[in-house]
């Protein structure tokens, strides 16, 4: 079946510092992917989709790229700001296979002032 | 637009006693779904439903739990006999297109002693 490994359980930067989080995939067919954001007390927000026709999503100054040659997809931001702090879920819609989408295990940011 | 509205936000139970919680989606979208978040776990994808009907409940516990969606302004899902091992945060989500972008509550915390 389909599977998303999120392997950073928490990533601890300063404000202004560069955010790079990583998510492999397992899939048959080509899927899409995307990047969920949810903060203390919420529910998951939608944050970036990347289609395998785009390869690339960018919202909020965030950037989601895909690399189909090593099934990762990854979640970059230039500068995090103390908002930015939360947790982030990456996901896989498997477009021809089961009709659901499936969370990785997600990564907390946490952000020192 | 409030958003998809779940209550109760949270509930205790005694163990083996019935839990129902509630999810209104927004309005005019066709598609509910329901996710079950833990620390250990994430989250795990339990069934949905698109205008209504129940289209996948592959993600349901099958003895205990149950979902239904009577009309398109709510849905419940009911877990009969709780166990401590069901504590969790629920969450409902609604979409416009299926898959595509999912508008998640903020969740029923549930913990069953």
């Known amino acids: 079946g389909d599977s998303v490994t999120q392997k950073q359980g928490q990533v601890t930067l300063s404000e202004d510092d560069f955010l790079f989080i990583n998510c492999t995939y397992s899939t048959t067919t080509y899927p899409t992917l995307f990047w969920y954001v949810q903060y203390p007390g919420q529910g998951p927000q939608l944050l970036l989709k990347?289609?395998?026709?785009?390869n690339k999503g960018i919202s909020r100054g965030f950037e989601a790229t895909y690399d189909k040659g090593t099934t990762s997809f990854h979640l970059q931001k230039a500068s995090v700001q103390e908002s930015d702090s939360a947790v982030y879920f990456c996901a896989l819609l498997n477009t021809g296979g089961a009709d659901r989408l499936t969370f990785g295990k997600g990564t907390q940011l946490i952000i020192q002032p | 637009n409030a958003g998809v509205i779940q209550t109760p936000r949270h509930k205790v139970t005694g163990k083996g006693q019935e839990a129902t919680l509630w999810c209104e989606p927004i309005s005019g979208h066709s598609a509910v779904f329901w996710y079950r978040q833990t620390i250990v776990q994430g989250l795990e994808f339990l069934t949905y439903?698109?205008?209504?009907?129940?289209?996948?409940d592959s993600g349901m516990p099958k003895e205990r739990f149950s979902a239904q969606m009577p009309n398109q302004s709510h849905s419940t899902l009911k877990i009969q006999s709780t166990q401590p091992q069901d504590s969790a945060v629920y969450l409902c989500a609604s979409s416009l297109d299926n898959w595509n972008t999912l508008y998640f509550g903020a969740g029923t915390r549930l913990s069953v002693l």
């Open positions: 990347v289609t395998t026709a785009n």
């Open positions: 439903f698109r205008n209504q009907a129940p289209i996948d």
